[in-house]
């Protein structure tokens, strides 16, 4: 699929903030694959669908998270962690994505996991740093994102769960094994 055509896809899912945020996210994959080797085509389509599902309803969400059996703890956590699964679901039974690793930068986007590809990486990252992204300690990890991609995607993580738990929220699990695991091969 083209740019344009994903673009047009995606801008009908989105409010027009979320569509310039995807905007940001995509220049910033493109930036990151090149810098780092990744596919450039499969990181434009994963930044282009990689918040396809954040607007749907949490009824919708729930039931596909029961239905295509989903981890269900998703359920007892924040239900913003709930797009990005749900997401590479329904780019691929809606939009007819089929490429596996696009799907699981998708699905991986919010809480990263173990092991994760350089494609994940790149997306996890390209939706923390692009340019329209204002909180603080995002020029610190854009400035890594020159040097280590692991580096960045360590100090990005790092400043999710100390925001969360700032607040008093709960911490996805999957957030600290993504953590644990780029923390003990970076060793
Ligand atoms: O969809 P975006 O806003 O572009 O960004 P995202 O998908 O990376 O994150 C969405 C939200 O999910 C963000 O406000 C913080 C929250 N979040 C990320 N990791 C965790 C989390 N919430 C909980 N409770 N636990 C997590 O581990
Ligand atoms: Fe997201
Ligand atoms: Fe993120
Ligand atoms: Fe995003």
């Given at each position: 699929m083209n740019r344009e055509s994903a673009l047009k896809i995606v801008k009908e899912q989105l409010t027009e903030h979320r569509y310039q945020h995807t905007l940001g996210v995509m220049e910033t994959a493109l930036f990151l694959a090149n810098q780092y080797g990744a596919d450039e085509k499969k990181a434009e389509l994963a930044a282009i669908f990689h918040d396809y599902a954040k607007f749907r309803p949490k009824e919708e969400m729930k039931k596909v998270i029961i239905e295509q059996n989903m981890p269900e703890c998703l359920l007892d956590f924040n239900s913003e962690l709930w797009h990005a699964p749900v997401g590479a679901f329904l780019v691929q039974k809606e939009v007819s994505i089929q490429d596996d690793e696009v799907l699981d930068a998708i699905r991986y986007h919010t809480s990263g996991r173990t092991k994760m590809t350089l494609l994940e990486k790149v997306i996890y990252?390209?939706?923390?740093?692009?340019?329209?992204?204002?909180f603080p300690g995002?020029?610190?990890?854009?400035?890594?994102?020159?040097?280590?991609?692991?580096?960045?995607?360590?100090?990005?993580?790092?400043?999710?769960?100390?925001?969360l738990m700032k607040k008093g929220q709960p911490v996805f699990p999957t957030t600290f094994h993504t953590y644990n695991d780029l923390i003990m091969q970076s060793g």
């Open positions: 990252l390209a939706d923390y740093i692009e340019p329209g992204r204002h995002v020029e610190e990890v854009r400035e890594m994102a020159k040097e280590s991609l692991d580096k960045a995607l360590i100090k990005s993580i790092q400043n999710t769960i100390f925001f």
